[in-house]
């Protein structure tokens, strides 16, 4: 069976610091990854997505970057984090076959930026 | 660009009794796909149900059946015998599929409905 990991599972940065959040799923090959953010008392908003090694297609302009250089696993980073980067940050993936368009949650990571 | 609309910030149940989520969307396609997720206190994301555009037959899984009215764009969530362990936000979420072969299969969620079973 497939499982996704992420980690960690809470992080707390100073501002001006560097990111990096990882992803990684097992169990499939080729999967379609997701980072999505959920801020506080808000629904989900999609950020990077990717459908192969080094395919990267970014949703919404931030200081954020993602990067996937392995077929299972995704990085979300960052150079200089902003307070306004705290959140929630849950990956997620699909299998690319047809008709599969259920997309599975990772267990998240809460980032706070103080 | 499609949007998902969830009315109801918050609601609460009494324990085995049945309560319903409502969720509209807008949208120009005609197939697509519609999801309700379930996020409780852990914060992982939990799929409940999903649905196609294309069938008329509302989706059930279990305890949870949804409302289906495409005409009215309309996607609600029907809980029966509601448990304790059903307290959670629930998020209603649209998918249109990508016909390019390399599209994104985007998920554009609803804010969410806080569900409180109370015993």
């Known amino acids: 069976s497939q499982t996704i990991h992420q980690w960690p599972a809470t992080l707390v940065q100073p501002v001006g610091s560097p990111l990096s959040l990882e992803c990684t799923v097992e169990?499939?090959?080729?999967?379609?990854l997701y980072w999505y953010r959920q801020a506080a008392g808000r629904g989900l908003q999609l950020l990077f997505y990717?459908?192969?090694?080094?395919?990267i297609s970014s949703e919404v302009p931030q200081n954020l970057s993602a990067s996937r250089p392995q077929d299972r696993q995704f990085i979300l980073s960052s150079k200089k984090l902003l307070l306004s980067d705290s959140g929630f940050y849950l990956c997620a993936w699909r299998t690319p076959l047809a008709y599969q368009e259920t997309q599975y949650f990772g267990p998240g990571t809460r980032l706070l930026v103080l | 660009a499609q949007t998902v609309t969830q009315s109801q910030p918050e609601m609460s149940v009494q324990e085995a009794e049945t309560v319903t989520l409502s969720c509209t969307y807008d949208?120009?396609?005609?197939?697509?796909?519609l999801f309700w997720y379930k996020q409780p206190p852990s914060r992982q994301m939990i799929l409940v149900i999903r649905q196609e555009a294309y069938k008329q037959q509302n989706a059930t899984e279990n305890r949870f059946s949804v409302n289906f009215q495409k005409a009215a764009k309309s996607f609600s969530l029907k809980i029966s015998d509601s448990q304790l362990g059903d307290t959670a936000m629930y998020f209603c979420?649209?998918?249109?599929?990508?016909?390019?072969?390399?599209?994104?299969?985007?998920?554009?969620f609803g804010k969410g409905t806080k569900l409180s079973v109370i015993p």
């Open positions: 979420a649209f998918m249109k599929p990508s016909y390019s072969g390399a599209g994104s299969y985007q998920l554009t």
């Open positions: 990717s459908v192969g090694i080094g395919q």
């Open positions: 169990g499939t090959s080729n999967p379609n």
């Open positions: 949208t120009s396609e005609s197939n697509y796909y």
